[in-house]
């Protein structure tokens, strides 16, 4: 219990001044052993005082100081760290099935593509693979009329030469092709393209028959008339092919071949020869 009036403090004085006097008294009346021992017990008795020796300061760090009410102030011992329990994120399980099934699909797209790619390129390598070509040989007029009802009847005979300039591939000429005749925007006639085969560096000449009847004659039969005195009647000549390409003894899909010939004649007249002054041909292919 902690004293801290004015008479308990000058109490407590005179009682520690009285016990210092009693131990200078018996000091001065022991024997010079028994003063070595009262000045330093530690050294007659050593492993008694060793036992008792503290491994630990009483008090923690720093100095001791009273309050501001006059309690003595001791700091508390510093408290000891805290085991924090370590906690491992994993991630589900179906989020990572998910993960490893997108990498391999998309391993599997880009080994695919790969894979197509070189394919492709040994091709060209080994059979160099080139687009057939066409011209037009003749255009003949053997009706062209305008009916009672005002729609414009055509009918046209065209020669075709068709030329597989490849020397490794085979062109096979499906169902469903077709050939028309078209004047400023407007189909005149068209007809079917026949179905055959064509082999290496082979040319075949074809003759084809187009008839059509269209809506408007009156005016498509003036515009040609005001076209045919002036000598030079444009023409567009379009050509749509199914083929299925050959490499050796296989065969591929389908493919479209398009085809338009930008014609100038000279003439409509009909049962006769018309001469073609221009003629410029494009192609290309379609899968």
Same mark, same amino acid.
């Given at each position: 219990m902690n004293i801290t009036s004015e008479f308990g403090t000058s109490?407590?004085?005179?009682?520690?001044?009285?016990?210092f006097a009693s131990i200078n008294f018996h000091y001065q009346d022991a024997s010079p052993k028994t003063r070595i021992a009262m000045a330093d017990p530690q050294?007659?008795?050593p492993d008694t005082y060793s036992r008792f020796k503290p491994t630990a300061p009483l008090m923690g760090p720093g100095p001791s100081s009273a309050s501001q009410k006059g309690?003595?102030?001791q700091h508390p011992p510093a408290p000891l760290p805290r085991a924090v329990p370590l906690i491992f994120s994993? *991630?589900?399980r179906s989020t990572t099935w998910c993960c490893r099934c997108f990498c391999w699909t998309i391993s599997l797209i880009i080994?695919?593509?790969?894979?197509?790619g070189v394919a492709i390129g040994a091709i060209f390598l080994v059979f160099n693979p080139k687009l057939p070509q066409y011209s037009v040989d003749s255009l003949r007029i053997t009706d062209l009329r305008l009916n009672l009802d005002l729609t414009l009847y055509a009918r046209f005979d065209v020669k075709i030469t068709a030329n597989n300039p490849n020397e490794k591939i085979g062109i096979y000429y499906e169902k469903g092709g077709s050939v028309s005749v078209w004047f400023q925007g407007t189909s005149l006639c068209d007809g079917p393209?026949?179905?055959f085969y064509q082999g290496h560096r082979n040319v075949t000449r074809l003759g084809v028959t187009l008839t059509g009847q269209r809506e408007s004659g009156s005016t498509i039969m003036s515009a040609l008339q005001l076209q045919? *005195?002036?000598?030079?009647i444009p023409l567009d000549l379009h050509v749509h092919a199914p083929v299925r390409i050959e490499l050796g003894t296989w065969k591929l899909r389908k493919i479209w071949i398009l085809g338009e010939c930008l014609l100038v004649v000279d003439s409509l007249s009909t049962n006769s020869m018309i001469s073609i002054n221009a003629s410029d041909c494009k192609f290309r292919s379609k899968l």
């Open positions: 109490n407590l004085n005179l009682h520690v001044q009285h016990k050294r007659i008795h309690y003595p102030f994993s *991630q589900p080994i695919l593509l790969i894979l197509i393209l026949p179905k045919q *005195q002036a000598g030079n």
